[in-house]
Each structure stands twice: as C-alpha cells, then as structure tokens.
C-alpha cells in the first residue's frame, strides 16, 4: 500500500509545522513534506512525484504564483493549492487563472483545507490510473498491430504456397462459389477441362456447353449430380468416376474427388473438385486383360497336349517297370501347376471380360464337400475333418465351379498351414442358405490385410507357403469371391495372427432343399470330375 505525498511550502515556520498536524489528524497515514521556499521545493518536486502541492502565495523571492508556473512545466497533472490572504482578490483571481486547484483563505478553516487536499489527492490518484490504462491499452495497439503484421505475413506466406501447390498439381482443380460459378482454376484444368483462368468466372451450366459428361457406363451424368453441384449439397467423395467428351478430342477418363467448402460457422460457400486423369491407365488396363486373355488362351493349348503326351509317357514306362516313370511322376506334377497357373488367368480373362459363364444344375453340397476332401487328401497326405450333415443338401449351383472354390479355400488352408495342423471342412444349413466354413491352424491374416485379400493379385506380406510346393499369383481368392457371389452367395475371412483363418461361404439352397426333395438329384453322379481341380501337389 502507497501513501499519498504531499508537499507544503511556506515561509512561516509555524504555519509549516501546523498544517502537516492538521493533516496527519483529519487524513490519517500520509507522507508530508515541508519546504519553506519556492526555490527549495522545486529541487523536491524535481526528485518527487506529488500527489498535491500545498503553497502559500505570498512568499519572499519567488511567490506562490512564480511556484504554479514552473509545477506546471515540471508536473502539470499534479495538483496545487494556493493559501492566499483574507481579501487579496486580485491574486486569488490571478491564482485561479494560473491554474490552481483551490484557493485556502487564511486563517485557515482546517476542515476545508483537509476535505480540498483529499479531493485533489483523489483527482490526482483517478488522473494516475487513466494515465496507466492509457498506457496499457497503447501497449497493446502496438502488441496487436504486431501480431495483425506477423499473421498477415503468415498468411501470405501460406496462400503463396498453396497457390504454387495448387499449380504444381499433376490433377485439375476448380472451385466454385455458392452460386455454382467456376471461380479458381489451375493450369492442369485448363489442359485436362479447357477451363482457364481467362473464363473466369464461368458458370457450371456454361461449362457444359462444350463438355459432355458421362457415367463411365455412357449414361450421361445429369446436371444435378455433376461434381461440383454435389459438393454444393454438403456432399464428398474421392472415387467419382466419369467420362469427359469434347467435341474436338479423344475421351478423357476423369477420377474425380469432391468436397464442400464451408465458412467457420460450417454454412457452404463453395465447393472443390480434382480431377485426375485416368485415360492411360485405363488404356494400359485394356491391353494387360487383351495380353492376359490371348497368354492364356495360346498357353492352355500345347499344355494340354503336353500332359496328355506325358501321361501316356508314364503309363508307358510304368509298364516296362522303367524306374524312369517317377520322374514322369514329378513332371506331370509341375505340369499340374501350371495348369493352375493358366486356368487361374483364363478365369480372370473371362471375369474382366464378363465371360465367366454358370453352368447350373442340382447338385448335392455334401458330396462334393467329401470329394473335395478326398483329392485334396491325396494330393497332399494331409489330415482334413470333414464336419458335415449327413442328409445330402441340394443347391442349384455350378459343380465344377464351387468346387473350385472349396478346393482352392481347402488347398490355401493346408498350404498356409504347418503340415502336422489338421484342416477343417464343416458345412451347415438352414431353410435358406449353407454356410461352409475352412478352418485353419496357420500364421492368421492381419486385420488390415483382411478386406485386400480377395483383390486381384493380391498376397498378403509376410505370408508365406509352409506346406508343399504350391504356387499363387494371389487370384485364388478373387475368383472364388467372382463364382460365389454369381450364385448370389457371400464369401469372407475371420482371422488374426497367430490364431489361424476362417474362411466363410455362404450359398442359397433352392427351393427343391426346402421341399425335402432329395431324390431329385442322384448325387454321385450330379459330380462332375473337373480335371484341373486345384490341389497342392
Ligand atoms: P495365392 O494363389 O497367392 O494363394 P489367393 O488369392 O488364394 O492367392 O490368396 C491370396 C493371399 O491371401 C495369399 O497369397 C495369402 O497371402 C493369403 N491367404 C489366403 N488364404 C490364407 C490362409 N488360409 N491363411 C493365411 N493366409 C492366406
């Protein structure tokens, strides 16, 4: 706590002695200084900041008034009070006009005196903290002005550099405003769209005059549900394909991403779109399934013949009793892969192509479970349990097909899997659907590895082959997934590292399983052998 300070100045050492007492006793804890001449109380109002000057007027040398002008220069917002004489007018006038706070008439009224002096105190102390807050709220001016400077610089900084990203973009990007008006564009728009920054601002519906859009399918894409106009109805996407036609150049086949933009409040005040060019990709695509379909077809020939001539090859030494015939053994094997490697790859042709054709009867599930089960378990000399009802369950289903599928789920099981760990086959049903499931004791399939695995050429890294000399090009899964969701079933894996895989299939039975009807298949004779079944040899 602060006490105010006070100087008094005067010649009569009475009056010096009296006025600090009457001070003291009516304004309680205050520091009082005395001086008893003008000279000398200017050497203590130059060291010390007052907060009210007491003055007698009339004083030898220089008086009261002579004292008011240099307090003035020296501290002008400190307050002084005059002591004047009884009926000295002139100078009492004199005084205020110089700027004096008060005038004390002598002999002096203490109260008064006391009451003028704690005013002026506490005009002084309110001049004080509205001189601070001033001060304060400069500080801050400059400290905000400051801070205004250095984010604007930022900011400029950001919006160059965003800009040169923008530019550097190997996609197109425009954005419109809430009015669908194409504002911003970069380069890659005006080569990829023929948008330039010179048709800014051009409208979407304008935009549309010399480019035709499609859905890849060549439905064209209605006004509503172009990009931009999505993205002006809170919508987003990053997989929006689409065809592009100008008059005057070949088709552009465009992936397009789309966002909303919004203000800080989230209302939408535009919209972006990025546009990338898939044209070559597409056309590289085309020419890989062209290479795939004519690979396959021309390889699928002389591997046939091949076979056949070695097993005649073998049939004919093992005749003669030539130990020669094992070598047959080992070539009909690898012979026997390739097999697989071609069919997997016709299979792909077909599928890319939509030429993958269902042949369709009533079969039995649950001998087809047995007979895949048992090829497998020659193949390999692995152990399989088979779980399974025992009543056959009868399936409008393609033979040949689904025990593709159970016979590439099985042989993934066992070869995934170390050759001492058993391989389960169960199958059960309801009314409507069979549910086949292939459990395994292998490595297990990383949860974020799961959703790839029926992708074409996919293999799951760091998943390698334990048992036997299989092979896999990762289209197994895929082909399966393409056969059971043809007969309108679902195909899917549980699994984690460590505990093993499930491998899920399920079918709907047909209506000739829900009238109990089993005779209506012979179901040996309903399976087919299908020669390049797969196992692993
Ligand atoms: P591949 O011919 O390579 O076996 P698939 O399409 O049949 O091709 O399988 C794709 C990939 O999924 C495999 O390469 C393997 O990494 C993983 N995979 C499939 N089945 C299993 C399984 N039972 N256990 C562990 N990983 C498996």
Known sequence: MTYPCILIVDDDPALLQALPEAIQLRMGECRVDTSDSAPAALGRIGVTDYDAIVSDIKMPGMDGLALLDHIHALRPDTPTLLITGHSEHDLAVQALRGGAYDLIQKPIDRDYFAASLARAIQVRALKRQVEQQQQAIERHAVELEQIVEQRTQ?????????????????????????????????????????????????????????????????????????????????????????????????????????????????????????????????????????????????????????????????????????????????????????????NDLLDISRIESGRLALRTEHADLVALCHQVADEQRAATGRRISVEIPQAPVTLEMDVDRISQVLANLLSNALKYSPADRPVVLSARTTDSEATLRVVDQGPGIPADELPHVFERFYRVPGITIQTGSGVGMGLGLYICHEIVERHGGRIWAESAPGKGSIFNVVLPVTPARKRADHTLVNNENAVRSHATRRTTP
């Open 154 to 342: 930022e900011l400029q900084l950001q919006a160059t550099e965003l800009g040169a990203i923008i530019e550097a973009m190997a996609e197109s990007v425009r954005v419109c405003d809430a009015t669908a008006y194409i504002v911003r564009v970069n380069q890659r728009a005006g080569t990829l769209l023929g948008i330039t920054r010179d048709d800014l601002p051009l409208s979407i519906e304008q935009s549309m005059q010399w480019q035709k859009v499609y859905y890849p399918d060549g439905v064209p894409i209605p006004y509503k549900d172009l990009p931009l106009l999505r993205a002006l109805r809170g919508e987003t996407a990053t997989d929006y394909h689409m065809l592009l036609r100008q008059s005057d150049r070949p088709e552009i086949h465009l992936r397009c991403s789309y966002a909303p933009i919004r203000d800080a409040c989230g209302v939408i005040t535009g919209g972006v779109a990025i546009d990338h060019d898939l044209t070559e990709l597409i056309h590289l695509e085309r020419h890989k399934d062209e290479f795939l379909s004519i690979a396959s077809h021309e390889l699928k020939t002389p591997l046939t013949s091949i076979k056949g001539l070695a097993q005649i090859v073998q049939r004919r030494l093992e005749r003669a009793g030539s130990p020669e015939a094992a070598h047959l053994v080992k070539m009909g094997r690898a012979i026997g892969r390739m097999e697989m490697l071609v």
